[in-house]
């Protein structure tokens, strides 16, 4: 684990994108993160994941999504708005 990227335990529904939102920071640079629905259901091994559910998903599997997280940090795999993308 690179200790230069750090997560905070802010989690949040963005109903706008319809993705849980999560900040990492970097050299005093903060990154925000978010994660599809599809992509939680992956990881939780669901069919499915609800709205109402996802942030607590995203808590089981906090790990692992900070993993994936990381690793397109570390590979400057930014979209457009300078965000973190885990589809």
């Not at 990492?24 to 994941?49: D, F, T």
Request: charged share 30%.
């Amino acid at each position: 684990m690179n200790q230069s990227i750090l997560f905070s335990d802010q989690v949040t529904w963005d109903d706008t994108t319809e993705m849980v939102e999560f900040h990492a920071h970097q050299s005093g640079m903060l990154i925000v993160c978010l994660v599809s629905l599809e992509k939680l259901a992956q990881l939780a091994y669901q069919k499915e994941v609800a709205k109402h559910e996802a942030v607590a998903i995203f808590d089981s599997v906090r790990f692992d999504i900070e993993e994936i997280a990381e690793a397109l940090i570390e590979d400057e795999s930014f979209d457009e708005q300078g965000k973190i993308i885990i589809r």
